[in-house]
């Protein structure tokens, strides 16, 4: 579907809230079934983000179904196993079609049958552990319990487990090797190839290493200590073991190299989120290149060939670390599929050919599309090439326009060809008048190892040159006003918001979320301390250090940008005493500024009313500092 004739008007947050997610896609083995998850763009106060299972024949009729998540076929396509939180919100527990099974007393992660179907393999998280980042950032509880009171803190409380659960009768068992906390798995039917760490907390994820787990004995074999993260561990009914190792700030969305264990490292040309095993020398692989996706088969051979199923200027998967889903012949591949001009829907992969097999955006979809998407390349400081997309109201004259530059989250992340962007920030932008560049700065993913470690030790450093030299690009390019350009971004989007502002007089305004503003206080209070020590490449404790050096909070005095703060009151990643901090520094210093507080809110917000209420505020602040 291209709506790029189509005629919108004004964009409002209720309208982008009406989009339909769809995420993660299950093919049965033949091909013939699909299952995946579709979900809301917001939730209602204190409840969690709606997710329905859509389940159904590839050629016949889709409806959805019950509330769920992470959908698994059986081995001969009968039946159905997944998640879901139906009778205890907040914990998601074992169901295969229309039964809860085994008893499990954490929340569900992951789901993988045996070869023979007579087993399931589900990793849980104990009630109390906390979520990644990029899935909020907070804890794990269930609705209806009571807050501790006192609460206690200490250390390896909340683990991650392996149980297996028979699939007829529902015994369950413990099969976590002691003192193990595993993160991700995969199995074939025999050892576990696992992420797995020492200790439980997010933190250690940092430091996590491969390991091979024998259920029987509840042993673990430490197979591969990396250099860097670890993501999409895999192993092959004959044993072969494969993941994927790159730089990477945020669990769940890692972006790197395929490894096969005994092998090393194959193809680097590739930035892979995600593998499986199509065969015991071939891998199914997707991942990022530059702004879009790709995906297609990876011989371990010795030609290590790659051959290309799909890719281009769009995204499949789930949002933020491609994956696709393959029949076991590999004629079909299944996929969430959206780019810049085509709405989020459910697409279909044979002969060589994509077809939609849904349609859960055909009527809002038009009412978006008030955007003209370009690419957009620069020459930053140091004369390293980057690329952006830059965002431009479809209906505007030929004058130059005020400007937003929106700073993704990670740093390893990357802005990437999809409809709505960021919750529709671009198209509530647009609407407003003014242009929105979204860069690709170095530390983005998408373009390599070599890229995405290309501001270790430097954050706020040629990334930010990245940022301004953009902007005089824009500005010679007679795009933009000169003079009216704000700077805005989420978590290492939100620290550059802040840091910016007070290293150049360059904005009009900004408006940092989510954002870290002091890295000492910062080490001392997240969930995530090794995520500052290697990024800083610093000692948080040598007062004459980078974690000094690097925090806005120290540089507030000379801010003369009017900033406008928003942070969520139970992030774990981000704690709000960084907004706090930043907000009290730039009242002593004088400068305008103003902090919201979302309750109920992690990293980042997604009740209905508090995504209205961001936008407005976010409208309003620009109105005033761009006249």
């Known amino acids: 579907m291209d709506t790029t004739t189509t005629t919108a008007g004004p964009v409002t947050p209720e309208l982008v809230m009406e989009l339909l997610r769809p995420g993660e ?9 699909i299952a995946f998850v579709v979900a809301a763009s917001f939730r209602e106060k204190g409840k969690p983000v709606e997710t329905r299972l859509w389940v159904g024949d590839v050629d016949g009729e889709l409806q959805p179904g019950e509330p769920g998540s992470l959908p698994r076929f059986s081995p001969d396509g009968s039946r159905l196993a997944y998640a879901s939180d139906r009778g205890h919100e907040g914990r998601r527990s074992l169901w295969i079609d229309d039964h809860e099974l085994g008893e499990i007393p954490g929340s569900v992660e992951d789901i993988q049958w045996s070869p023979d179907g007579a087993r399931l393999l589900v990793l849980a998280a104990d009630l109390g552990a906390d979520r990644a980042g990029a899935e909020s950032a907070t804890k794990i509880k269930e609705a209806g319990t009571d807050p501790d009171d006192p609460k206690v803190l200490r250390p390896a409380q909340f683990w991650r487990r392996l ?7 529902g015994e369950t068992t413990d099969a976590t090797p002691e003192n193990v906390n595993v993160f991700e798995f995969g199995w074939a039917g025999g050892k576990v190839a696992a992420v797995c760490t020492d200790d439980p907390s997010e933190s250690a994820w940092y430091e996590a290493w491969v390991g091979l787990i024998d259920l029987d004995t509840r042993q673990v074999e430490r197979v591969h200590t990396p250099k860097w993260q670890l993501q999409s561990p895999c192993i092959s009914p004959g044993g072969r073991v494969a993941f994927v190792e790159g730089l990477s700030s945020d669990r769940g969305v890692a972006a790197g190299t395929v490894h096969v264990l005994g092998q090393g490292p194959i193809a680097p040309e590739l930035h892979v989120t995600w593998i499986d095993f199509a065969e015991e020398e071939m891998l199914w692989v997707a991942g990022w290149r530059d702004a879009g996706s790709f995906a297609g088969r990876l011989s371990l051979d010795g030609s290590v060939s790659y051959d ?14 491609p994956a696709i889903t393959v029949s076991a012949d590999g004629s079909r591949a299944a996929a969430a599929y959206e780019s810049a001009y085509e709405p989020p829907e459910v697409a279909l992969w044979e002969n060589g050919e994509r077809r939609a097999l849904t349609s859960l955006n055909a009527e809002i979809a038009p009412q978006l599309a008030t955007l003209e998407w370009r690419p957009y390349r620069w020459t930053s400081s140091d004369g390293l090439e980057i690329e952006g997309l830059l965002a431009l109201p479809r209906d505007r004259g030929d004058g130059p326009l005020p400007l937003v530059v929106d700073v993704h989250g990670g ?25 929105v560049l979204l860069p690709n700065v170095r530390g983005s993913v998408g373009r390599g190892p070599e890229f995405a470690e290309a501001n270790l030790s430097d954050m706020g450093g040629g990334d930010l040159q990245d940022i301004l030299t953009g902007i005089d690009a824009l500005v010679r390019d007679g795009i933009v006003d000169d003079r009216r350009v704000a700077i805005t971004g989420g978590s290492y989007g939100g620290f550059m918001a802040c840091w910016a502002v007070t290293q150049t007089d360059r904005f009009a305004a900004s408006m940092p979320m989510a954002a870290v503003t002091d890295w000492v206080s910062f080490h001392s ?3 995530i301390g090794q995520f500052d020590k290697l990024f800083l490449q610093a000692d948080p404790y040598d007062p004459d250090d980078d974690y000094t050096r690097r925090s806005p909070v120290y540089h507030a005095a000379k801010c003369r940008t009017p900033t406008l703060i928003l942070h ?16 009290n520094a ?3 210093a004088g400068c305008e500024t103003e902090l919201v507080v979302f309750p109920r809110e992690g990293h980042g917000w997604t009740e209905r009313e508090h995504q209205i209420d961001a936008w407005n505020r976010m409208r309003d602040w620009l109105a005033r500092h761009f006249a």
């Open 525 to 527: 209070t997240t969930n």
């Open 586 to 588: 730039l009242v002593e």
């Open 411 to 435: 740093p390893t992340g990357c802005w990437f060809w999809s409809f709505a962007p960021a919750y529709g920030f671009p198209q509530l932008v647009a609407s407003a008048g003014y242009a």
């Open 308 to 321: 290309e199923l799909a890719g281009g200027a769009a995204t499949f998967g789930p949002r933020y670390a």
């Open 568 to 583: 969520g009151e139970d992030d774990l990643c981000t704690p709000l005493p960084q907004a706090v901090e930043f907000y």
């Open 163 to 169: 149980w297996l659960v028979d699939a007829k009768a």
């Open 25 to 33: 896609v299950a093919l049965s083995a033949d091909g013939s079934r």
